[in-house]
């Protein structure tokens, strides 16, 4: 009872008088941390439909070389606002949805600490990107800069949809804020008394770690934005050379911002799979205080690497040195991780279902990603894979195979605490076969036109990158089909299915497998004993 | 908001803002560690003394000279020499022509950068007309004077600098509100 503070138990004791309200105003009006985090996860879904729409338009129209389907100025705003959608509206979202979910029930706290606020962060998304979405509509069509909005392509040569892609990306960074705040406020205040820090699942401790990522570098993000929006309309010139700025700050700036906004969209997922693999092999993780320090360490070096994105920018040799040897340093901690997950395996009594399989090929595919990583973090070779499709394959790798496969395995993984039905297994390994597949069809040939020099953004290409961009476009097309089986089997496990157990997997272990199956609305409300 | 929970936000809406304040206080220290180190390939914009001009004649280096007006900009900007071989520590003078072949009187601001732009630290001019705003009448024509040279101490690995200027429309822009963007770095 002594960590847990009055005012959320008060109020938890309050709505259990009156129950969840019905209809529209429950989700409208929800302060409970179980039902924000649906909102968020089917937020990100159709973001994720949303977004993956735009990919097979650009698929389209690179099956065959030459311009067929849309106008180049199109093809630009959909490669951008593709990865907008995909980076702030699917991937980030589902990470604080299963945050939301799962971290209360995880450290054994009634809700989050903020529980308003948390309502608040949630709201403010869907117009964040009713705003990006709609200036697709203006005269001239949305953003087409890339999501990387570079200047001068942001401030002299966009138009006025500039405007609203700057207020969505703002309202977009304060919903992060907002959700990381409460993430730290919760896991500081209201663990279950005898959860010492170093007790704390890895979900959580990836989360953590995250959320002081996004409280250090969204803000930066926002002064990004500002600053464009500034020199575009009030005659600011921070990144305008005639005003004595300078166009390369812009991307010093933003990839400062960037980078480590890439591992907030990684580290959940190494909680998700430190969670998943020891409960599908029957061991405890192996080395969990150092899975820990490899997180903190990646999260730190983060912040020391942005100008790898720069290597073609003319920095000196110095410079660049610094920055290829900091990058691959990132590679001793991601390593250890990957390591410490093989040895959870090791000697394991392994079991395969869906959460496990989308786990076993995040271990590798992510890997792959990895291993591409490194390539592009060698300056000289960079030279000829940047702004090529390398590139391209090698983001894909880590954040379709790395970090929507690892919420896909999240999903299976926890659906049947969260709906108290088992999923469809048939169905599910069906989903994981057609996804592997497609998506390796789909993205492991970009490597091979990327190295041949093929160049990204761009809506045609030379004849000889004909058959590798058709094959590419069918494995996109079966990819984006197969997540419909996903769709299905979620329809299909909360509609019904077989019942539950409270710990639903023979192995699991941790607080939200002590509570029953569907957790009930309100869970901890006295605060479990941790030994 | 529980009582305990509020130091925690508190601190956390100061580090928000903090790092908000981080993303801004970029631009000067950008501006500061270029000029420091020459990362950007920005030359000084003070005169340089001819303090350092003692000419090494055992040694040359060659000077390329790149000017354009900026995109929109419709002046004839071009240097009179193209390329020239110099000594270290030798002081030089050379003109860039401008013509504004437009109908109006207009204002201009030439912005230098020098490549490799650790050599920036090594360009001294002594004057130029990158220091101030040129104002043309129309049709006007001007020879502008450019009084240059390599510091001695240039690194041996550098055996070719290229300086390259862009010339902008300063109407284009209001200048008042550039200067409070980037403070005393205005060309």
């Not at chain 1, 959580?204 to 990522?213: D, E, K, N, P």
């Not at chain 1, 073609?312 to 660049?320: I, L, Q, W």
């Not at chain 1, 926890?414 to 597949?437: A, N, R, V």
Request: hydrophobic residues 50%; proline residues 6%; charged residues 10%.
């Amino acid at each position: 009872m002594s960590t847990v503070t009055t005012d959320p138990h008060a109020h938890a004791e309050h709505e259990h008088h009156h129950g969840p309200a019905k209809g529209l105003k429950r989700w409208l009006y929800t302060t409970n941390h179980k039902d924000i985090g649906t909102l968020y996860l089917l937020f990100a879904l159709t973001m994720f439909f949303i977004g993956g729409a735009m990919a097979m338009v650009i698929r389209a129209e690179l099956f065959q070389p030459g311009l067929q389907i849309v106008e180049p100025n199109f093809f630009n705003q959909m490669t951008t606002v593709h990865g907008l959608i995909m980076v702030f509206g699917a991937v980030m979202p589902a990470f604080t949805g299963l945050a939301n979910w799962l971290i209360p029930m995880m450290i054994g706290a009634p809700d989050m600490a903020l529980p308003r606020m948390n309502n608040w962060s949630f709201w403010i998304l869907p117009f964040a990107f009713s705003i990006l979405l709609l200036s697709l509509f203006m005269e001239g069509g949305g953003p087409s800069f890339g999501w990387t909005f570079y200047a001068p392509l942001s401030t002299t040569y966009s138009n006025d949809s500039t405007a609203l892609f700057v207020f969505s990306v703002h309202i977009m960074g304060i919903s992060s804020i907002m959700g990381a705040i409460n993430v730290i406020v919760t896991i500081m205040n209201l663990r279950a008394p005898g959860m010492t820090y170093m007790k704390m699942p890895l979900f959580v401790w990836t989360w953590f770690i995250t959320a002081y990522l996004l409280i250090a570098v969204m803000p930066v993000l926002a002064g990004a934005v500002t600053m464009v929006l500034t020199d575009k309309y009030f005659g600011t010139s921070f990144f305008d050379a005639a005003g004595g700025g300078d166009p390369v700050l812009f991307q010093h700036i933003f990839w400062f911002f960037g980078h480590p906004e890439v591992y907030i969209m990684i580290l959940p997922a190494f909680g998700i799979i430190s969670a998943i693999v020891p409960t599908f092999a029957r061991k405890p993780l192996f080395g969990y205080a150092s899975m820990v320090y490899a997180t903190a360490s990646i999260a730190l070096l983060s912040f020391l690497v942005w100008a790898h994105h720069m290597f073609t920018t003319g920095m000196p040799v110095f410079a660049e040195l610094f920055f290829m040897y900091c990058t691959m340093l990132i590679a001793v901690p991601t390593g250890v991780k990957v390591f410490n997950w093989v040895a959870t395996m090791w000697r394991g009594a392994m079991t395969f279902e869906v959460p496990m399989m989308f786990a076993l090929a995040f271990i590798v595919l992510f890997t792959i990603g990895g291993f591409s990583g490194l390539m592009l973090a060698i300056t000289p070779a960079d030279f000829q894979y940047h702004d090529t499709y390398f590139v391209v394959a090698h983001f894909h790798y880590v954040l379709v195979t790395g970090a929507i496969f690892s919420i896909m395995a999240a999903a299976y993984y926890w659906l049947p605490k969260w709906t108290g039905h088992m999923y469809d297994e048939t169905l599910g390994q069906w989903h994981f076969w057609c996804s592997l597949i497609s998506v390796n069809v789909l993205f492991f040939p970009m490597h091979f036109v990327g190295l041949a020099g093929m160049p990204r953004r761009i809506p045609d290409y030379a004849l000889q990158f004909a058959d590798f961009n058709a094959l590419i476009s069918i494995g996109g097309f079966a990819f984006g089909l197969s997540q419909l089986l996903f769709v299905a089997l979620v329809v299909k496990c909360i509609k019904g299915g077989k019942k539950a157990t409270a710990q639903v997997w023979e192995g699991a272990e941790g607080l939200e497998w002590t509570i029953a199956s569907p957790a009930p609305y309100h869970s901890f409300t006295t605060p479990p004993e941790i030994k | 908001m529980a009582l305990k929970h509020q130091p925690i936000v508190v601190k956390l809406c100061l580090l928000t803002a903090a790092m908000f304040g981080f993303g801004y206080a970029l631009v000067p220290l950008y501006d500061v560690f270029c000029d420091l180190t020459g990362l950007n390939g920005k030359t000084s914009t003070m005169a340089a003394t001819a303090e350092a001009a003692i000419p090494d004649k055992k040694r040359e280096v060659l000077v390329e000279f790149i000017a354009r007006p900026n995109n929109n900009m419709p002046w004839v900007f071009e240097p009179v020499v193209h390329k020239l071989r110099v000594h270290p520590g030798e002081i030089h003078r050379i003109d860039y022509l401008a013509h504004n072949v437009t109908g109006r009187a207009m204002t201009a601001q030439a912005v230098p950068s020098v490549s490799p732009g650790q050599a920036a630290l090594y360009f001294n001019k002594m004057e130029c007309f990158c220091f101030t705003q040129q104002h043309l009448t129309a049709g006007q024509q001007l020879l502008m004077p450019l009084q240059f040279y390599v510091d001695p101490a240039l690194p041996e690995q550098f055996s070719t600098i290229t300086l390259s200027y862009t010339l902008y429309e300063v109407d284009a822009v209001t200048p008042v509100t550039a200067q409070t963007a980037t403070g005393d770095n205005n060309e």
